[in-house]
């Protein structure tokens, strides 16, 4: 109770007197999961629209993998990933291990599947309210996945958000392929462990709160700009 | 826009089926002409299968769909309107502007369109409100709305009136007849047997997924040949 208290401390102390190594470890935080999330989503949502829409052979297939992909370790992603950033590995040649770009990487392979997972079972929903007026007004597929997305552009973004919430506090492939670097590669979750393996707690569930509001921070500002639960166009 | 027709639309000996059962059919109908044709019979008789096999919406099990051009061609000079007015999750004003834009035309030339559109069937003062708060006689003369502003040559209408006051179908027929001065062929289904009379020029009456009678509205209600249709008329309940 007194590392609750005493994290609930430190967290306050570090927030107000705008401590450099926390501002930037948010920073860097806050970076690479928004350049993951937002390259996740333009993968993510036209192919969760995409497999709405389209008939294939292999697409029940193709849906129960992509959900399985959901429930990816990010360990062994992180293992994967280190493996094909690694000098000697395919893509080691671009010197991009330890680097923040490769944590954006690991964090792309782990929320893509969770981004177009949902944004499939959000969009299958709309599409069966829309599907006979699409095709009615003679849109082409390209036309009908665009609409989708517009249209159900506020349920989406419970995908995106959802996709937020696993990299802002994903520590396994980061760590592994981030390196934890001291003003280069560190992050929230990779201080905590960190701060947790020297035995100071108090410190480390400051950085936890500290994590946590900026999760709720992030969620709030979304709904505020996209005005979810406020009256809108529909 | 093209101005080539795209009628007579044919079926011949056209069967819809669905997990082995006959839906409609097999049955003969040739679209063309001007006017309003009302598709009448009791539930389940096939009459919504019948609109959605002449948009191309319901694939044929048996038989042929002669169109005058390929299914986009043709969709491109045919609106319809489902039963429930399916509305894009928009405002007024953008419900009427998609279609526009999926056929190229520029936003702002669309939305002049659109708002004179709105005038028209009298929704003009609701164009930024978000669709669902219109009420159902609003949601169908909007959806109705959209269909002609494509200016269809056949326009198809499932039950447009079904569970609307008398005000509300009174504004969706008073628009059903300015479009047919206009020349737009209409084939629609309905349960209201005062409003057939009202509107048809034509009659098709379907029981158990076949055509029973075809032929002009005077004669149909004034001497129907079948029993089922006398039947029907006369309010019974069809086995």
Aim: charged fraction near 20%; hydrophobic fraction near 50%; proline fraction near 3%.
């Amino acid at each position: 109770m007194n590392e609750l208290t005493q994290g609930l401390l430190d967290a306050w102390r570090l927030i107000f007197t705008f401590d450099a190594d926390l501002m930037e470890i948010v920073g860097l935080s806050l970076k690479v999961t928004l350049t993951a999330v937002a390259i996740s989503s333009l993968i993510g949502l036209p192919l969760g629209a995409w497999l709405v829409v389209n008939r294939f052979r292999m697409r029940r297939v193709t849906i129960a993998v992509l959900n399985s992909l959901m429930g990816l370790p990010p360990v062994v992603v992180g293992l994967i990933v280190y493996l094909l950033l690694s000098r000697s590995g395919p893509f080691g040649v671009f010197g991009l291990l330890f680097t923040p770009t490769a944590m954006v990487i690991a964090q792309v392979i782990i929320i893509t599947p969770m981004i177009a997972s949902i944004s499939h079972q959000v969009i299958r929903d709309l599409w069966a309210d829309y599907h006979d007026l699409l095709i009615s007004l003679n849109a082409s597929r390209w036309q009908r996945i665009k609409a989708l997305l517009w249209d159900g552009r506020r349920a989406l973004l419970t995908a995106m958000l959802a996709g937020f919430g696993r990299g802002i506090g994903e520590v396994g492939a980061i760590m592994i392929v981030g390196g934890n670097i001291d003003h280069h590669t560190r992050v929230l979750t990779t201080a905590i462990s960190l701060e947790t393996g020297k035995g100071n707690f108090a410190f480390a569930i400051g950085l936890g709160l500290i994590l946590i509001a900026l999760a709720i921070s992030v969620n709030l500002v979304t709904h505020w700009i996209s005005k979810t639960e406020r009256a809108s166009t529909w | 826009m093209s101005t080539a027709t795209t009628l007579p639309i044919q079926l011949k000996g056209a069967t819809v089926q669905r997990k082995g059962k006959v839906i409609v059919g097999p049955i003969d109908l040739s679209v063309e002409g001007r006017g309003i044709t009302m598709v009448i019979g009791p539930n389940g008789a096939g009459k919504t299968s019948i609109l959605r096999m002449l948009h191309g919406l319901d694939a044929l099990s048996e038989g042929s769909l002669h169109w005058q051009g390929g299914a986009k061609r043709v969709r491109k000079k045919q609106g319809y309107v489902f039963q429930t007015p399916v509305l894009l999750r928009r405002n007024v004003l953008e419900n009427l502007v998609y279609p526009l834009k999926l056929r190229g035309m520029a936003r702002v030339k669309a939305t002049k369109h659109a708002m004179d559109a709105l005038a028209h069937v009298g929704l003009n003062t609701f164009a930024q409100h978000a669709a669902r708060t219109l009420s159902g006689g609003e949601r169908q003369k909007l959806a109705l709305a959209r269909a002609l502003i494509m200016e269809p040559e056949l326009l198809l209408l499932d039950e447009p009136c079904a569970s609307l006051d008398g005000n509300a179908t009174k504004a969706i027929e008073a628009i059903l007849i300015s479009a047919r001065k206009t020349g737009t062929r209409i084939l629609m289904t309905t349960h209201d047997m005062g409003q057939a009379r009202r509107l048809a020029d034509d009659v098709l009456f379907i029981v158990k997924g076949k055509i029973h009678e075809a032929g002009t509205a005077e004669t149909f209600f004034a001497a129907p040949e079948t029993p089922e249709a006398r039947a029907f008329l006369n309010g019974d309940i069809l086995p």
